[in-house]
């Protein structure tokens, strides 16, 4: 399933997501609704992810440098 992600903020997909999570928990819907519910809840899911990665990759830390002036650095490692 394509994602139109095109004006798709993060908190509007996270909200997504759960109203998807919520509906295909409660079973009240038809078999093909679910199908393409949970296609569309792993698309959204893959976003959210994406989202948070690239704003990992944006942080900035704080350090000292040899002539203990603060420096922003840019972090090129994420830790798990």
């Known amino acids: 399933m394509k994602l139109n992600t095109e004006n798709l903020s993060f908190e509007n997909a ?25 296609e569309k809840a792993v698309a959204l899911k893959k976003f959210c992810e994406e989202k948070l990665k690239a704003a990992q990759l944006k942080i900035e830390k704080i350090e ?17």
């Open 14 to 38: 996270l909200e997504q997501l759960e109203t998807l999570v919520k509906d295909l928990e409660g079973g009240r819907i038809k078999l093909d609704d679910a199908v393409e519910s949970y």
């Open 64 to 80: 000292t440098s040899v002539s203990d002036e603060p420096m922003l650095t840019l972090l090129d490692k994420i830790d798990d």
